[in-house]
Each structure stands twice: as C-alpha cells, then as structure tokens.
C-alpha cells in the first residue's frame, strides 16, 4: 500500500479549479460576480475565440489595494467573509475565496487594479500558479482581469472544451443571468471584437429583459408580485403564446443570484398546467428576495444550487401568485367571430388570434389599399392589388429560402408557361382552380376532386397573403383566415408521418457528412436512440469524442441545415425521452422536423405556392390545428360579417 502525503498546494488548486471552473463559461461567471460584488457600475467583458484564447473583464468597483492583491489569488482567501457567522448571511455573490486562486492555476492570468482614489494602479501576473512579482502600471480605478489560454496546463479539460462557438453561446448565458440580475449596472459583451450586447442600466427589469430577447418577447410579459411574511416574489412570466421547448428561459433570481431549482421550475409549470401543449415550457423571470438565513447558498461549488429553509411554502407562493394572476387575465380566445366555441388550444394564442381579427376587419372595410401603401413603404412587398387578389413581387427577397413546398413528393411543375419567373395575375386563379381547367395528364397534384373540396365548388378561387403571414380565401361559409406556418407544418406533419408508419420515407445521402459537436451526454442520447431517428431518415455515426456525423436526412426537409435537424430531434429527446411511449415521442420528433422545414411568418410566397399550399389543404385530417395545436385558420362567417357591417 502506498504511504499517505498531503498533496501539494498546486494540486489542491487544479483540484478545486475543476470543481468551480469547467468551462470558460465558468470564468465568465466567476469574474462578473466579483465585478458585481466590487460595487462597479459598469462592467465589460471581452472575449476571444469563445473564450479559449481570452477572457478579460473589466469593472470600475472598488479595486483591491496592492498589499491584497496577493492574497486575491491565494486559495481560500476573501473579503467577503469576515466572521463564521457571516457563512450564513451572505450578502454577496462570491464568499469562497476560490475562483480567482483557481483560475490562476489553470491559465495565463493577469490582475490589474487600481482602488477607488489610489494615484496609480498594480498588476500582478501568475501563470500555471506560479505568481511574478508585483509591477506599478497605470490603470483606470476598477480592476480588470485577463484570462489567456484556458486549460493550457490541463490537456483532460482542453480535451473537452468545444467549439468556439459553443463555448459562446455558454458565456452569453452566464453573461445574462448575470447581467439580469443587476439591472442597474451597465454591461457589455464583446466577441472577437464584435458587440454582442451592450445593455445600458435599465432601472426597469422589463427594459433590460427587452435588451436582451426582443421586444417581442418583453411585449407578452405579465406582471407578477406577491408577499408572504419575510418572502418577496416579483418579476415577470409570458403570456402562454411565448413558451419554449425546455426551461432555460425560466430565470429565477434569489436574492440577486441567479439559481435553478427543480420545485420552483415545477411550480411554475404546474402555474401553466392546460395553457401550455405538453413538451411547452413557460417562459419567467422571478426575482426571490428573502432574509439571508431563510436560504443555505453553500450547497454547490458554483452556487448554482442553494437550499431553501422552507421549500414547500415558497412553491406554494409561487404557485399560487401565478395562478391568482391568470385568473385575473383574460387568456381565453376573443375570436369568437368563427361562431364555433373557442377550444383549448386556440384559446392559447389569444393575442395572435385577435391581431388577425384585427387585420382582417381592417381590410375588410376597405382599408386594404392604405394597408398597402403602409407596407409598400416599409418594404416593397405588393406589387398589384386588384379587388380581393394581390399578389407578390416575382423577386422575392434573397434572404428567403425558396420554398420546396413542391418538392415534398412530387416534382413541382409551375402552372403556365410564364408562370416561374413572372406570374401572370390569371396563375393564381388558375392554380387553385378545378383540376380541369388545368388539366394535364402529369400533373398529379391530388386526387381529383378532392383538392377543391373545402373551398368554394364554383369557379377560381381567389387568395391574398397578408403580412407575408397570412392567407385570406373564401369558403361555402365565409372568409378564410390561413396560418400559412400552421398549415405548412401540418401538410409536412401529415405527409411525414404517413411515410414514415409505412416505413417509406424517402431519405437522401448527404454528399458531405455534417459532422455535429455535442456534449458527451448529447452524443450518448442520439447514439442511443439511432434507430428511432433513423426509422425518421436521420442517419448518424459516431466520429470520435462527443462529434456525430449526419449522414442522411428526410428529402422532404428539402433546405434545413442537417446540423439543425439533428439538434432540434435532440432536444425534444431530452425532453420527451425519458417517457415510456415510444410512439409518442416519435410523434414529438415528427413534430419537430415539420416545424423546422415548414415555411415561416415572413416567407413571401408566389401565387403557385399559395395554390399548392391551399391545394394541399385535404391531407391535412384536422386542418383546423398545427401539430402545435395552434389554429391552422380562422373562419369569419357571412352572418357574422353581415352583423359587423350591421347589414341585419
Ligand atoms: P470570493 O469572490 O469568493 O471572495 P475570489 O477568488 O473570487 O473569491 O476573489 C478573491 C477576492 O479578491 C475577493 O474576496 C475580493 O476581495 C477580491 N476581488 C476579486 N475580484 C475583484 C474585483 N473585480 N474588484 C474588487 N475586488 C476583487
Ligand atoms: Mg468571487
């Protein structure tokens, strides 16, 4: 048996440097939140190549006055704590006294500070934890720090670092739950010299939180605030039109730090319970604020995880607030022009609902052509309006992917001989008209009389696009308000899953296999379930590490990033996989791969990929819903309209 020795102080650090920093992502955290904790009102952060070969943070706090600088690197040294009593009132965000000891160890570090009214500054540089000796340098009041070459001396955790890009995309999260949590400081983040946010100090949580997803997003936010006893709860949650696949958009602050919890997620999904689709995630953000010794925050090495006093009370506040809330909103559907009873799952997306509502009364009193001109400034997107029939500009927008709708099972065969690169006004018309008065022997786009039969039996039927969104037809029974998403999807959805039941589908080679960057428990999961995602003809093998390599894709998926498709499988298996029924979760994949390939709000589409499109509209069972279970299209009755126009 070999003999007991202490290990060295190098090898405690690089002990402990793996514990607290995993990723460069961890440095990030570790320096902003010494930043916070400095005082500073503004804070900068500035990366190189994900943060591999750079990471520098730069603040206008307190400084650390040069005798400390030292210590600030030594392990197991702070400011933070001045008491053992202190350990269970943390005020602060760092209290360890590790990270800094710990990055020092792992990298080529540089410190460089100068306190609030010193004349000059100090620098102090330590590669591998070896410290050289301090230097004066001139330096703006603050600290800013400098981390070169993550990992350099720990080959293992280089190994596993990945891309840069990915790397990224883990400091800008870090970055944010941060920057959320301090809403009065300015921050700003740099990658490769680029500015990827610069969020001046916004006293309003709701401003910052715009800053940072888009106004979109702030714009659905609701509201919530609530008090018990010693606990505040208050912040913002989305109205259930916003939601996600997962619940990384659930930010929960306590006490200024940003943590996960799994009974306050759950609570916040129960919150949401029937006003969301299975496999949809809210969207929060909640700040908890609480007396320091209602919460142990020394639980996990990042503090990512704390342990509450009294976990049960606070889900029930949660839970609670929230559904207080909802009830005093009114998240039922207003369109009740359609004359059927609103169901579920139209009630979920009021807002977008009751914004057709809006466009169509709009247009429907006349207002079409000022609507118009309005687009026509912002973007020149209608070139011909005739009563009822407008129709796109032939050049449509480089940035849109052509839509492959054609290309679905059957070669897409434009309807008139002009019809490709300039359609005459009559090809609409004609596209969507009986299939005789277009007939041509190969022309097999479904069978006969079946395509026609939702709309209007006699002649030409006209269709408008409005906002590149939506398709306004008519039927037997009125007007027709078309999701042109909805529809797609569920056209993509139901072809899928016919091909895929009858084990057909039809899968395309790729020339050049994509290879794919996951995380090691990613790569296991998609090796796992190969055959599932092969049976939906995503073919992949492993490349070594955690890379996988795309082989073959759907060839209905036409123009979507193999890479993507994959990744979007991959997080529905995350977060379906764990369920007993197989069938369901091929369902959710199924699902999935429509959306991606389906045609988005914003595609502008030519008169023949509207025919096609509203052609198709019969191999959709329920065509009232997307696979989401979002409204397809809306029906505005004759009756109703007359009502409107007080013709009765
Ligand atoms: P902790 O934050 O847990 O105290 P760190 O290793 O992160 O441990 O930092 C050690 C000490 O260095 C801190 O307690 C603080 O006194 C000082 N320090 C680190 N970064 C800064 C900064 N940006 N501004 C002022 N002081 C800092
Ligand atoms: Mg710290």
Redesign the pocket.
């Known amino acids: 048996m070999p003999r007991i020795q202490r290990l060295s102080p190098s090898l405690i650090n690089k002990i402990a440097a793996g514990e607290v920093i995993e990723r460069p992502a961890s440095v990030v955290k570790?320096?902003m939140?010494?930043?916070v904790?400095?005082g500073?009102r503004r804070i900068d952060v500035a990366i190189q190549q994900g943060g591999l070969e750079l990471i520098r943070?730069t603040?206008d706090?307190?400084?650390?006055a040069p005798e400390?600088l030292e210590?600030?690197?030594a392990?197991h040294?702070?400011?933070?704590?001045a008491s053992e009593d202190d350990l269970f009132h943390v005020g602060?965000?760092?209290?360890?006294?590790?990270?800094?000891?710990?990055?020092a160890e792992v990298s080529r570090f540089r410190?460089r500070?100068r306190p609030t009214g010193a004349t000059a500054g100090h620098e102090l540089e330590v590669v591998g934890g070896q410290k050289s000796p301090l230097v004066p340098c001139g330096a703006p009041e603050?600290?800013?720090?400098e981390v070169r070459n993550l990992f350099y001396n720990v080959p293992v955790r280089r190994k596993f670092l990945r891309s840069a890009q990915t790397e990224m995309g883990h400091i800008s999260e870090a970055f944010i739950r941060i920057a959320l949590a301090a809403p009065n400081c300015h921050f700003t983040l740099r990658h490769n010299e680029r500015t990827v946010y610069e969020l001046p100090p916004s006293p309003d949580w709701r401003e910052r939180i715009a800053t940072l997803f888009g106004e979109d997003l702030a714009a659905a936010l609701v509201a919530v605030e609530s008090h018990d006893e010693d606990i505040h709860l208050s912040g913002y949650v989305a109205h259930p039109s916003q939601n996600r696949a997962n619940q990384k958009m659930q930010y929960l602050l306590l006490n200024g730090r940003a943590i996960r919890d799994r009974a306050l997620h759950h609570a916040l999904g129960e919150a949401y319970r029937g006003l969301l689709l299975s496999g949809r995630h809210p969207i929060a953000f909640l700040a908890l604020d609480m007396p320091a010794e209602m919460v142990d925050v020394n639980v996990h090495p990042t503090k990512l995880e704390v342990r509450f006093l009294d976990s049960g009370r606070l889900y029930s506040q949660l839970l609670g607030t929230l559904r207080t809330r909802f009830l005093t909103l009114d998240l039922s559907n207003r369109v009740d022009l359609a004359g059927s009873p609103p169901d579920a799952a139209a009630s979920l997306d009021q807002a977008r609902a009751e914004a057709v509502r809006e466009d169509f009364v709009r247009w429907a009193k006349g207002e079409l052509d000022a609507a118009t001109a309005r687009v026509e400034r912002t973007a020149p997107q209608v070139t011909a309006t005739l009563p009822g029939l407008s129709y796109p500009a032939p050049h449509a927008p480089a940035e849109r992917r052509p839509l492959d709708l054609v290309s679905l099972d059957r070669p897409w065969r434009p309807v008139g001989p002009a019809a490709a690169e300039d359609p005459p006004i009559a090809a609409l018309d004609e596209a969507v008209a009986d299939d005789d008065s277009t007939s041509n022997a190969d022309q097999p786009f479904s069978p006969p009389g079946v395509r026609s039969a939702n709309f209007a039996p006699h002649g030409p039927v006209s269709a408008l696009q409005v906002h590149q969104r939506y398709i306004v037809t008519e039927s037997d029974e009125g007007v027709v308000v078309i999701d042109q998403h909805a529809l797609h999807e569920r056209i993509l959805y139901e072809r899928l899953r016919e091909r895929v039941l009858a084990g057909d589908l039809e899968t395309q080679t790729l020339l050049v296999p994509e290879p794919v960057d996951l995380s090691p428990q990613e790569a296991a999961l998609v090796l796992e379930q190969r055959e599932m995602l092969a049976r939906l003809g995503v073919r992949v093998e492993p490349f070594g590490g955690s890379t996988v390599l795309v082989t073959s894709c759907p060839a209905m998926l036409g123009q979507v990033q193999p890479g993507e498709v994959l990744r979007g499988l991959l997080e529905r298996l995350q977060a379906g996989g764990a369920g007993p029924d197989r069938r369901d979760l091929l369902d959710e994949l199924l699902h999935m791969m429509s959306c991606k390939a389906a045609i988005k709000a914003g595609d502008r589409l030519t008169p023949e990929e509207i025919a096609s499109l509203l052609a198709d509209r019969h191999l959709v069972h329920d065509s009232h819903h997307c696979p989401h279970g979002r409204p397809t299209a809306l029906v505005f009755t004759r009756e109703e309209l007359d009502r409107q126009f007080l013709r009765t």
């Open positions: 570790e320096l939140e010494n930043s904790d400095s500073a943070v603040d706090g307190c400084g650390i400390d210590l600030a690197v392990p040294a702070t400011s933070k704590l602060t965000l760092g209290f360890r006294g590790e990270a800094l000891a710990s990055i410190l500070s603050g600290t800013s720090l």
